[in-house]
């Protein structure tokens, strides 16, 4: 599976190109952002630390990689016991689309693939298991000047191997370089 991504995002990185050529009159631009993102499966309330790098190829498109560390946890009760769960980490690729509504405001659509690592434990034993989904979502950034802004996304988490599927709301720190 992590091979899967490290290919996704080769895959990415080598279609950049030819979206910027595709682009009249494209500039290529990075960022990163830093921020917090809180997740919801099932009634199970989880936050993470979450970091992004993506490139923007002229004003519509962009490719972003995103990596997170759990920070918040939350239990729920499985047959009258007790059950924590722990994110440890998430990792996902993505290929954006862009709409810009105003000089200094977008709106962008994202869709990509990834994997998220979660712990639980229950009783002085402990399971950790890894998922792979489809994430696809919506958001919005807001640029304070021409390096630092804010941006807010929504992203859905569509597991692989579970019927069970992650509302991520995120707010984060964006910088361009």
């Known amino acids: 599976m992590k091979t899967l991504i490290a290919a996704s995002s080769l895959a990415l990185l080598a279609a950049a190109p030819a979206a910027a050529i595709a ?11 830093f921020g917090y993102a809180g997740s919801s499966v099932e009634g199970v309330d989880l936050g993470a630390i979450q ?10 498109v962009g490719i972003e990689g995103e990596l997170g560390a ?11 016991t007790s059950v924590k769960i722990e994110p440890q980490h998430q990792a996902a690729v993505y290929g954006v689309g862009y709409l ?24 002085g034993t402990s399971v950790a298991d890894n998922s792979d989904s489809w994430n696809y979502g919506v ?6 000047d021409d390096k630092n802004g804010v941006r807010a996304d929504y992203t859905r988490y569509d597991y692989r191997d ?8 995120a707010l984060s720190y964006l910088r361009k370089f």
């Open 139 to 144: 958001g919005g950034q807001y640029m304070v």
């Open 51 to 60: 970091g992004r790098v993506g490139a923007r190829f002229g004003k519509y």
């Open 23 to 33: 682009q009249e009159a494209g500039t290529t631009s990075m960022y990163g952002t």
């Open 162 to 169: 579970s019927s069970s599927n992650a509302d991520v709301w």
């Open 70 to 80: 759990g920070v918040k946890n939350d239990k729920t009760d499985v047959a009258g």
């Open 100 to 123: 810009p509504v105003a000089p200094n405001v977008d709106l962008f659509a994202r869709v990509g693939y990834g994997t998220t690592d979660i712990k639980a434990s229950a009783a």
